[in-house]
């Protein structure tokens, strides 16, 4: 997928209070699933669902065992084992298990017969309407809510799938795999498809749909010459903004192709959007389903980022199907095995056709901002997670990214080719099976003959690496020293941890800011720049040096770790202008920004006076004068530390109002000094031509729309007129929000007014509506939890709709770190109502959303106190979901 225990005494009637499911308890299923014959007859409110199971004895398991099949919510309206009817006895039915009490030790045929709701379905797992359409959501527990099953991805089956429903409602019945058959129900105003899927697979991949569906339609010619056929279905009249994503697809085809040697197999391969997702969207084998936001996209709806993100989603789902579906996951806590290593994979194949350093930069950007705080807080968790209440609640920015730098850092230690050799033995040696991360990881040991077994440390040990660095140069020697410290600091049921393997790509810049070349003494030759540590302190001398170099530490961030070293004064500038790596570059102006910050923050609240950005600006007015760079780049290294970014370093004690006030200043402070260098920037990037999402052309919007911003911070009144216009002529939406985003800013006319002309131009077209409420979320000011409070109840938001709740609600926690985290406590007494009512509609959602409390320890007293009051809030109301439970326990450090 593209991506959350309390006291008893105030607990009743809970079926919800989760026993761990833990790692070393794994054992092989007693019972195997080798077809399975679905017959699913579509109502809005009474869906039948026939299966027949083919069962037999699985090998593997000891002796013969009754068959316990997992449900949850079901009603069993008939059983039969070889086509005769159960006695009672012979079975126990209740809504979450089918027990078989003394099954025949051979292979027999189950058939079951159960009713659903699909209408009341709000949770959107299992069988439920998105809007008028039947759509499935199934990962990871979704399909025992569709009837009986053994529902763990390491049963494995052939399925065939019988979809009726009535012709006028659901005039395009889809499932996985090619179409087998379809055809009215005679004498009846229905009818019917038959899907079969060749591919034995989880439970978890399994889908439906059925619906009155727009449909595009394109095919794609293997690199072995079969054509395969392309459907991409959206709501009727939307069809035109699902052009771009059919391009993305076969971009993504032909990639894995070229880059791991990988063809597509069935005849078909559909996407389908809907409205109401839980999640960004879902590979289920040959019939992908996806929240419509990472499906539609045009010039006049979606942003350049959302094109970004399109593309990103739709490789990435592709992607699944050799990591994830031909090989799956044996257990739910291999999830990083296809998670991490997929979007490793999406993450290759945008820095492929797009720009690799502006890619690395967004990603590792992102890594911190999502996984670090999560690494830092009572959330955090291994790789690999050892034991679990709720596994929706692991689909975390630690499995998918910091699960993808496990995969990078496996390539930077091992070299592109033995990296390649390693991933081919994979497809190779578990094709058709469900694998371990132990397995996937032995494929590189075999392959590559290099020990593995201390970086399996990287999937068992939670938390980010802190490595410190004391580089000293000794001139008579020529030789610089290096000696380097690792830690991993403690996390939750890990007090104590081992050192870790990290590759750490290094250069060393001589005087002119060339790279020098080094001799690594007396050890192994640097191999591509990086050094490997093993231990907790290591020493490394690098001899060949005539002058003392400035060090370039951790490259490309071949290590997902935090970094201190010491660095003289005027070396991160120097770094700045000169480092040829261009992530280092970028890093070197983010840490300048960051120290800045954070000794403003603290002369902030002690009252003491202020730094001066001086050294920054001349760094910012170098790159910005630098016309040969790219201008996604320049965007990006202009871009200043985000009030998050400055929390995190900051790590405790985290005063929100005065982490603002510093960035304000700062960002005023440079707008003032750079206005005449921004304004011109503006000026050269603006596009005369026609729109186009391609990389380029959103990499000139993107630095322009950057200098308009930047600009503005420095002179809000020219900046609020620019925007103003910007807004008006703007002739697509990456223009159009930017303008809208510099306006929100500054309380006016000009804001109210752009506001409501948005909502007009847009009225009914939900996803641009949803930015709408996202942009008012997120102003940093008083009045903004009343806007929001208001904005619930407006016609347009609905607690039931995913998509709605994250734009206003999720933006207002996530992205409004001083209204979130109002010092009154108000923020978060608002969220803890909105998520225990949302709760009762959508658990995973709002399990989800709790988890915006996770840096809740690292604020100052006043907050921390109001925080620890609403998550207790939260625990202790009535009847709350596993998932929700779950988050608030682990982070309340109870559970
Ligand atoms: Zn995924």
Redesign the pocket.
């Known amino acids: 997928?593209?991506?959350f225990s309390i006291d008893p005494g105030v607990k009743s009637m809970r079926t919800e209070q989760a026993v761990p499911v833990r790692l070393v308890d794994y054992r092989p299923p007693d019972w195997l699933v080798e077809t399975v014959a679905l017959d699913v007859s579509l109502d809005p409110t009474r869906t039948r669902v026939r299966a027949r199971l083919k069962l037999k004895p699985n090998p593997q398991a000891a002796a013969p065992a009754a068959v316990v099949l997992d449900g949850d919510e079901l009603v069993l309206r008939a059983v039969t084992l070889d086509g005769e009817a159960l006695a009672a006895d012979a079975y126990v039915a209740t809504p979450d298990r089918l027990t078989i009490l003394q099954p025949p030790n051979r292979p027999f045929v189950l058939e079951t017969e159960t009713e659903l709701d699909p209408t009341a379905n709000t949770k959107l797992m299992g069988l439920y309407r998105s809007g008028k359409a039947y759509t499935t959501q199934c990962e990871a527990e979704g399909f025992r809510r569709i009837t009986y099953f053994p529902d763990r991805p390491d049963v494995m089956a052939v399925f065939t799938t019988r979809i009726e429903a009535d012709k006028a409602e659901a005039p395009v019945l889809l499932a996985n795999g090619n179409l087998a058959d379809a055809g009215d129900v005679l004498g009846t105003t229905r009818h019917y498809a038959v899907w079969h899927d060749p591919f034995p697979k989880p439970s978890y991949l399994f889908a439906l749909v059925g619906g009155a569906l727009g449909v595009i339609e394109d095919s794609f010619t293997t690199m072995s010459g079969r054509k395969v056929a392309l459907k991409i279905f959206v709501e009727p009249g939307k069809e035109s903004r699902a052009d771009y994503a059919m391009g993305a697809l076969k971009r993504a085809m032909r990639w894995d192709e070229q880059a791991f040697g990988r063809e597509y197999d069935l005849d078909i391969f559909m996407i389908v959007a809907v409205s109401y997702f839980n999640m960004g969207?879902m590979?289920n084998k040959g019939l992908n389903i996806f929240n419509d936001k990472n499906v539609l996209a045009s010039q006049e709806t979606a942003t350049d980022a959302d094109f970004n993100s399109v593309e990103a989603i739709i490789a990435?789902?592709y992607f699944?199907n050799w990591t994830?579906n031909r090989i799956t996951c044996r257990d739910w806590f291999q999830l990083c095995l296809?998670?991490g290593l997929?979007?490793f994979r999406d993450q290759e194949f945008s820095s492929d056709i797009r720009s690799r350093p502006v890619k690395r930069i967004a990603d590792v950007r992102a890594l911190r901002g999502h996984q670090f705080v999560e690494d830092a807080g009572p959330l955090a968790h291994p790789v690999r997670p050892e034991a679990y209440r709720e596994i929706s609640n692991f689909y975390t920015a630690t499995i998918?990214e910091k699960g993808a730098e496990v995969v990078r850092m496996l390539k930077t230690l091992l070299g592109p080719a033995k990296f390649r050799a390693g991933m081919d033995l994979y497809f190779e040696r578990h094709d058709g099976r469900a694998a371990t991360v132990d397995e996937f990881v032995a494929c590189f040991a075999d392959a590559a003959d290099y020990d593995l077994t201390q970086f399996m440390r990287w999937y068992r040990q939670a938390g980010t690496p802190e490595l410190a660095v004391e580089a000293n140069y000794d001139a008579g020697a020529k030789t610089c020293t290096l000696e380097i410290t690792q830690m991993l600091p403690p996390t939750p049921g890990q007090p104590v941890k081992e050192p870790m393997v990290i590759p750490l790509a290094i250069g060393f810049l001589g005087p002119d800011g060339r790279d020098r070349p080094v001799t690594l003494a007396g050890g192994p030759t640097l191999e591509r720049g990086v050094v490997t540590l093993t231990q907790a302190k290591q020493t490394f001398a690098f001899t060949g040096l005539d002058e003392r170099p400035v060090m370039s530490l951790n490259r490309g961030f071949s290590a997902p770790i935090k970094l201190t070293a010491n660095l003289r004064d005027g070396d991160l500038a120097f770094l700045a202008a000169h480092d040829s790596d261009s992530f280092n570059r970028w890093q070197a102006v983010q840490t300048l920004a960051t120290a800045l910050l954070i000794e403003n923050v603290a002369a902030h609240r002690g009252g003491a006076p202020k730094r001066g950005a001086d050294e920054l600006i001349v760094a910012l007015a170098a790159i910005i004068g630098d016309h040969g760079l790219d201008p996604a780049y320049v965007a990006q290294a202009m871009a200043m530390p985000t009030e998050g970014d400055i929390a995190r370093e900051i790590g405790t004690d985290v005063d929100p109002d005065a982490i603002f006030a510093a960035r304000r200043e700062l960002r005023a402070a440079v707008g003032r000094a750079l206005g005449s260098a921004l304004e011109a920037a503006y000026v050269r990037m603006t596009d005369k031509g026609p729109y186009s999402p391609d990389a380029a052309s959103a990499g000139r919007r993107s630095l322009k729309n950057l200098a308009l911003d930047l600009a503005a911070a420095g002179d809000p009144g020219a900046g609020v007129a620019r925007a103003a216009k910007q807004y008006r002529d703007a002739d697509n939406m990456t223009d159009r929000m930017a303008s809208l985003g510099v306006l929100s800013l500054y309380a006016g006319p000009e804001r109210q007014e752009a506001l409501d002309d948005f909502y007009r131009r847009y009225d009914g077209d939900a996803l641009v509506i949803d930015k709408w409420f996202a942009l008012q979320a997120v102003i940093p000011e008083p009045e903004t939890l009343d806007r929001v409070r208001a904005l619930t109840a407006h016609p347009a938001f609905s607690l039931a709709n995913p998509n709605r709740v994250r734009a206003l609600v999720g933006n207002f926690v996530q992205a409004n770190q001083t209204q979130f985290n109002r010092a009154d406590g108000a923020g978060y007494a608002f969220h803890a109502d909105t998520m225990i009512a949302l709760d009762a509609i959508n658990p995973q959602v709002a399990a989800r959303l709790m988890t915006a409390f996770r840096s809740w320890r690292a604020l100052e007293p006043v907050r921390r106190g109001h925080a620890e009051e609403a998550l207790k809030r939260v625990a202790a109301a009535p009847n709350l979901s596993r998932d929700v439970n779950d988050i608030v326990a682990r982070s309340l450090g109870t559970g």
């Open positions: 997928m593209a991506s969207a590979e990435h789902e699944h994830g296809k998670e997929t979007v998918y």
